[in-house]
């Protein structure tokens, strides 16, 4: 992790709209206050049990929100791509954080002190309703994957999966393949099914010519199909 106090990859308001809401006077304040933080790949940005210190915003590369169970395996319960916003809700709450965060690929967040945030939320009452907006909208999402990760079977599971890193990242610039190479551990515990049994189905897919797999790249070829398996669970 490499802290900075720079805003070389553009100022807040320029990247997410909700900033843009800010008062001037509250935009000077958040550029001065808010910190530039490099976190390789895999590092842990938080664990779960954390006080939270900062709402943060991803603004360089991928990171996953994850819940640890017993025997360690984590269960990946977002994915999230640059100008998505984390670890607001404990602050919000005054929880403990209860789920990890990780980078899965070397990115840049920035970080805005607890604080601060709280202060913008009773101060700036569009930013609040704006972040109410965004808490709704995890908790539907959040309601909707515990019925993927329980109602459906592990073809249907792993066919949500991947139009999720779909949504999430779109394709490469060949159209097809997914923009986000995850490894077979991941991917798994996206869709809560053990390592080999993802690998098992990724290999059923692509013998329906439903994917293509080169490593850790996956090919879409039939899309439709897979937004089938989904559907039907």
Known sequence: M????????????????????????????????????????????????DHPANIMMLVVGKVRIYKEGNSQRQQIIRLLKPFNFFGFRAIITGDDHTSGASALEACVVYKLGRDTFLQLLRENNSFCYHMMLMIAEH?????????????????????????????NYGYDEDGSTIAMYMSREDLANMSNMTTSNAIRTLSQFAQEQLIAIDGRKIQVLNEAELKRISRLG
Do not use: C
């Open 2 to 49: 490499v802290k900075r106090k720079d805003n070389a990859f553009g100022k807040p308001w320029e990247l997410n709209p909700i900033w843009d809401i800010l008062t001037p006077e509250q935009k000077l304040m958040i550029a001065d206050e808010m910190e530039v933080v490099h976190y390789k790949k895999n590092e842990v940005i938080y664990h779960a049990g």
């Open 139 to 167: 908790l539907g999402s959040s309601e909707q994957q515990v019925v993927n990760l329980t109602q459906k079977h592990i073809r249907g599971r792993l066919a949500e999966s991947l139009l999720n890193l779909i949504d």
